[in-house]
């Protein structure tokens, strides 16, 4: 694939982190890129997030989305600081740290699974009984049982880092068009041959990408459906009178993230709310009673905002990432659900370098799109 001429050598659909990063990095590797998003770049499911970077709260068993996760995790202040160095604008990296945080006996067992998981991959992790969290964190409510320190999990501020990492790609070449919905995928024969817009207009391209999030199961034009479903997450942010902690923390029902300007973060539901990006009452209201319930001071805490996204949840829980098993040249990257900050180093590396034809290590045979067809057949037969 070329840099000259008029035709992409790989079409994006989806500007959000995803988008943005693997544009990013086949455009380092030597590809003309161009990004499509039917909004403005960065501000679906990304926007919304929190920005915790936290693959060992997100699962308690091992597995390729822990290593993956891992992997990323660890590709995090780097990739960091080349965005930053790039575009000269800061992203509030900050490596914190996190308490899940139990509230009941049972609880605090099922922190000890974890600890041993943590201790498995080499994860610095502390088991605090009820006395040990009180006195790392006096501000939490009393009637916690414990909780576990991962000293390892980190933090961004997700909306500053999507304007930083669109500003990179841009400066690295990559062509970045909003307002623009696609509408269907081009096939022609066995090969992708580019996208059709809802507006009817053709772009043809060497390669497409599918990265549209929630909405990849909304275009036309695939071999087979793409089982991404729309998993909606409200949240809201609060000015305390007074720091709760520079840690993460987390229960069972929710979390709180802390901003450097003193916001706290509050999130998140997950609803089946198909396409509607809204809050409603009985979300904000489980919201401030998770928060009050972790940290009984935020009585008195002003609300700030109130905000929702749509999270690409695949059928298995597993992103979706690689080359399509039965047309050439289209690819996929989608179904990270709640974890699509946290992975985009990861697939950036990994699908970036595969676009562009470099040799790498396999992604995980979990995560390949072929997997969709045994999907397709079970749901079929069931």
């Keep these: 694939m070329s840099r000259n001429g008029a035709r992409p050598d790989l079409l994006v659909v989806g500007g959000g982190v995803i988008g943005l990063s693997v544009g990013r990095e086949a455009a380092r590797r030597g590809l ?6 039917r909004g403005e770049a960065g501000r679906g499911a990304s926007w919304a997030a929190a920005g915790m970077l936290s693959p060992l709260a997100e699962v308690d068993v091992p597995g390729p989305f822990l290593d993956f996760g891992i992997t990323s995790l660890r590709m995090y202040r780097d990739w960091v600081r080349e965005i930053v160095e790039e575009v000269d604008a800061p992203v509030e990296y900050r490596e914190c740290g996190k308490i899940l945080l139990a509230f009941s006996p049972s609880d605090l067992d099922g922190l000890r699974k974890r600890k041993r998981l943590a201790e498995r991959h080499s994860i610095p992790v502390t088991l605090l009984d009820s006395t040990g969290l009180e006195r790392e964190e006096p501000a939490l409510a009393p009637a916690l049982s414990g909780g576990l320190l ?3 999990d980190f ?5 500053a880092l999507v304007v930083a990492l669109r500003e990179s790609a841009h400066l690295g070449g990559v062509e970045i068009r ?3 919905e696609v509408r269907t995928i081009q096939i022609e024969g066995d090969r992708a041959a580019g996208v059709v817009l809802a507006d009817g207009t053709g772009i043809s391209a060497g390669a497409v990408l599918v990265a549209a999030g929630a909405w990849s ?5 695939m071999p087979r459906p793409v089982p991404v479903r729309p998993v909606r997450g409200q949240m809201l942010s609060l000015a305390p009178t007074r720091p709760i902690s ?3 923390l987390e229960a069972a029902d929710g979390y709180l993230v802390p901003r450097d300007d003193g916001r706290l973060l ?5 609803e089946e709310a198909g396409f509607r990006e809204e809050n409603t009452v009985d979300g904000t209201s489980r919201l401030l009673a998770v928060a009050h319930r972790i940290a009984p001071g935020l009585g008195s805490a002003r609300v700030v905002e109130l905000w929702s996204g749509l999270r690409p949840a695949s059928l298995d829980g597993l992103p979706i990432l690689g080359p399509d098993p039965d047309i050439a040249n289209l690819y996929l990257a989608t179904g990270h659900f709640r974890n699509g900050i946290l992975l985009a180093p990861s697939t950036a590396a990994s699908l970036g370098a595969a676009i ?10 979990e995560f390949l799109p072929g997997r969709m067809l045994a999907h397709e057949g079970s749901t079929k037969s069931s």
Excluded at 32 to 37: E, H, N, Q, Y
Excluded at 155 to 159: E, F, I, L, M, S
């Design 32 to 37: 003309k890129v161009l990004v499509l998003d």
């Design 150 to 152: 991962l000293e390892d």
């Design 155 to 159: 933090r961004v501020d997700n909306r």
């Design 178 to 180: 909003t307002g623009t």
């Design 217 to 221: 199961g909304e275009l036309k034009g």
């Design 246 to 248: 520079t840690r993460m």
């Design 266 to 270: 509050v999130g998140a539901t997950m």
């Design 356 to 365: 562009a034809g470099d040799p790498i290590d396999p992604l995980p045979p």
